[in-house]
């Protein structure tokens, strides 16, 4: 019936406008949150009244107290958002917020493809209400997916959530938009078959390439194919993305609904012009101007797992504790412009120049006098932990001793704003030292400059052998002389390699420890000698030869803690469980702070494969 079909293509061309008028909604929630966050976090360092309902308990004993109670329901509010996790085999965890996204993304969607499907006689769920439709709600949704795929892009500017952080939902609504496309060419076959003489159309053939480039992409891209095979999924993504598009856009080209595609090239070419420039002008030095340093990086091989590559930063090139930056080695790459991120492991700042007063006599013995700690500030150093392909490669270009050309990209990413906070805590594991160190470092300079009520840092860091150590040692030694006596610093460094690859380091060893005792001493002098000027000299450093105990450790902090506390973790996914199981009730709960315990955030910077 024409009234039918008439009906049937309003709601097709309406729906998408409404659903997308209900993400939007959604994202400008989500932006008020952040946004009212951001503020908090950037005020309350600077408030020192005791009429802070958070910084209340400072002054006074633990008791409880009714205007902690609203701080005590933020708290519950976290763990049960993310800190609450579903955890599918030993490769999938979503945190409880992840999951009401996906789940409510999965309702939302198919609601809106399903409902009202009745026509004009009374059939329910009649396949040519819901067959075009699907395809025109997925469709709507490709400028979504394009833009939280972009490094540089406008939802993330509006919420404030970083890029890499959107990521995971960029894959779930590509994975949703999937299905629903399935959907749509199960309509067709139901609606056309036989369908034999639709071969021969263009728009199907170049439908049937799309959603064939995009199975193929959503294979590639889970979780255990990308973190055994990351280059193959780089440039697979790239490929079939693009195959996927096109194909889109002539598929739509015939029923003149192209208006969804063609803003997909335009954000991914805006993202591309956007990075380019930032080359140029990071990078000009390359690009045939005569002025600029060109940045030649050094690459050293710290053990066989780890590669160090640091090289001078241009003067213009500023950046923030625990961004990141993406490399570009045409040398190692296999194509030109491809892109590795890596965390800035160097600190952005002038703390050391800064001459180092001993914070006491036992300290100025202990201590070294001048550390050559120059790389972490006057360069941009970055810990790579080599796998395959690009850091294999990488890896050998460094045995070899070849200087490596790279372009730097970046920076990108948050901050961790930690300057409202009495006390932090840091946990690290290998490589993750990128991250907490430069925040360790900005605590100390922030403390220095009176920016910061930080009362107590605890810096944790677990290593697979002994020798890692040597990374940051000097760097740790001249932040712990110049950090000032308000700020209590302890640093637990947790070595978890076999006995055999790292000597017989002693299970617990500090400085109160006989030298001549210590068969570290004897039998691992090249992981690290004992003397007046080592890591090991220092009463707030405590290597052991263990696993740390993530829940004893921080709920012993938590317990001794008052007013704001943060947990920053960068490292793999299980210590993010680890750290996630620690903070959750009843150690955090929501009694506790009303009594007076510490309000606590959790920061996750995970570099396991998402």
Request: net charge positive.
């Amino acid at each position: 019936m024409a009234t039918d079909k008439s009906l049937r293509s309003a709601r097709t061309d309406l729906y998408p406008v409404q659903a997308w008028y209900c993400i939007a909604l959604f994202i400008f929630i989500i932006a008020i949150f952040q946004w009212i966050s951001f503020f908090h976090s950037k005020f309350a360092a600077s408030r020192r009244s005791s009429n802070d309902p958070e910084r209340v308990s400072v002054q006074r004993p633990h008791r409880f107290s009714w205007r902690r109670v609203l701080v005590g329901l933020v708290n519950a509010y976290r763990i049960v958002s993310f800190r609450w996790t579903l955890q599918f085999g030993k490769t999938y965890t979503l945190n409880m917020a992840e999951v009401f996204v996906t789940v409510s993304y999965i309702v939302f969607l198919f609601v809106w493809t399903f409902i009202n499907t009745t026509d004009l006689e009374g059939d329910a769920l009649n396949v040519g209400y819901w067959c075009n439709r699907s395809g025109m709600l997925a469709a709507s949704q490709f400028p979504l997916i394009t833009a939280l795929g972009t490094k540089n892009n406008i939802i993330s500017l509006i919420t404030r959530i970083s890029y890499d952080k959107l990521n995971y939902v960029h894959r779930m609504i590509s994975r949703v938009v999937f299905v629903l496309l399935l959907v749509h060419v199960g309509g067709e076959v139901v609606r056309h078959a036989p369908f034999q003489p639709y071969f021969v159309k263009p728009w199907l053939i170049w439908g049937l390439i799309s959603v064939s480039a995009l199975t193929i992409l959503c294979v590639v891209s889970l979780r255990p194919i990308r973190a055994q095979a990351y280059e193959l999924f780089f440039y697979v993504h790239f490929t079939m993305a693009s195959t996927f598009l096109v194909g889109a856009y002539f598929h739509t080209q015939e029923f003149s609904d192209t208006f969804w595609i063609y803003p997909c090239f335009v954000i991914w070419g805006l993202d591309r012009l956007i990075r380019f420039i930032r080359l140029v002008v990071f990078n000009h030095s390359y690009f045939g101007f005569k002025s600029g340093s060109t940045m030649d990086a050094t690459a050293e091989v710290l053990s066989d797992d780890f590669v160090r590559l640091r090289f001078h930063r241009p003067s213009h090139f500023h950046w923030t504790p625990g961004q990141t930056a993406y490399l570009i080695m045409p040398s190692v790459s296999r194509l030109p412009f491809e892109a590795h991120p890596f965390t800035i492991a160097s600190f952005n700042s002038t703390l050391f120049d800064v001459p180092a007063t001993p914070t006491s006599e036992k300290s100025a013995k202990t201590c070294v006098v001048e550390s050559n700690i120059d790389p972490f500030w006057k360069e941009l150093v970055f810990f790579i932990n080599v796998r395959e392909g690009f850091t294999a490669r990488l890896r050998d270009a460094a045995l070899k001793g070849d200087k490596v050309k790279v372009f730097v990209d970046g920076p990108y990413g948050p901050s961790p704003n930690l300057g409202s906070y009495d006390t932090s805590v840091l946990v690290a594991g290998g490589s993750g030292v990128s991250y907490t160190l430069p925040v360790l470092l900005d605590i100390i300079e922030r403390v220095r400059d009176g920016e910061t009520n930080c009362r107590r840092v605890v810096f944790i860091w677990s290593i697979r052998n002994v020798d890692h150590i040597h990374w940051i040692d000097q760097v740790l030694i001249r932040a712990l002389r110049l950090a000032p006596p308000s700020l209590s610093i302890s640093i637990h460094i947790h070595v978890t390699g076999a006995p055999a690859s790292i000597g017989t380091l002693p299970r617990s060893y500090s400085a109160k420890d006989d030298a001549e005792d210590s068969p570290l001493e004897m039998q691992d002098r090249k992981a690290m000698e004992i003397s007046s000027d080592s890591l090991f000299a220092i009463d707030s450093v405590k290597v052991v030869h263990e696993r740390a105990d993530l829940r004893v450790l921080l709920g012993n902090e938590v317990k001794a803690a008052t007013g704001r506390m943060s947990v920053s973790v960068c490292g793999s996914q299980s210590m993010a469980r680890s750290v996630r199981g620690a903070l959750q009730f009843p150690v955090c709960s929501p009694l506790s702070v009303a009594n007076g315990g510490p309000s606590v955030t959790l920061h996750v910077e995970s570099f396991g494969y998402a």
